[in-house]
């Protein structure tokens, strides 16, 4: 007969499970309602630089990255995490909080989260079709910082010209996406709590 039992030394217990379950949102109904007319309103005027505050993520993912993910994905939502964000901590928040099936196949999935670099060629994703142009990616990108400086936009939602700090070399990759419109890919980018879009709509030039 074996001995009495013992509770487990929390030293040696994996600190994945805690992160997991904390940094989702406060009030839900609340919180997430504040985030969705945030993602609507930066997509709508791109250029435009909202602030998502309400979850946090394990790193490397960032605060406005972590809102907007909790706030868009759910079970039924297939989600793509490149190779800089599929680390176990994260890949347990997302199952914890959200539910979104991870798919390794980037023509599936819904959203795509992680660095440019990651993330890959556009082509890789879901780009829509001509009768269903809603049916494609929208990535999720993570960057260096984010102000209205740089590279040049223009288009719908946008009076008459705004500039986004996006990196030049990230351009022609921007500009061929554009040219597929109405397909292509939307994006959302996230530095921090700060968060800004440019959907496949909007024409994006040098400064």
Request: some cysteine; hydrophobic content about 45%.
């Amino acid at each position: 007969m074996s001995g009495p039992l013992s509770a487990p030394n929390p030293t040696t217990q994996p600190t994945a499970s805690s992160e997991a379950l904390s940094g989702g949102f406060a009030d839900a109904s609340i919180d997430s309602a504040y985030a969705f007319r945030t993602l609507l309103d930066v997509m709508a005027r791109p250029g435009l630089i909202g602030r998502l505050a309400a979850a946090k993520a394990p790193a490397p993912a960032s605060v406005s990255m972590a809102t907007a993910l909790l706030t868009l994905c759910d079970s039924t939502t297939p989600l793509f995490l490149a190779a800089s964000h599929a680390t176990p901590a994260l890949k347990d928040w997302i199952a914890f909080h959200l539910g979104a099936p991870l798919t390794n196949n980037p023509a599936e999935a819904v959203f795509a989260a992680g660095s440019w670099d990651s993330l890959g060629e556009v082509g890789r994703f879901a780009l829509g079709s001509d009768d269903y142009p809603d049916r494609s990616t929208t990535l999720l990108i993570e960057t260096e910082h984010l102000m209205n400086e740089g590279l040049r936009l223009t288009g719908p939602g946008i009076a008459t010209s705004t500039a986004l700090s996006l990196p030049q070399h990230w351009l022609p990759a921007l500009q061929a996406n554009h040219r597929l419109y109405p397909q292509g890919v939307d994006f959302f980018f996230c530095f921090g709590e700060a968060i800004a879009a440019l959907p496949r709509s909007t024409l994006v030039e040098a400064g």
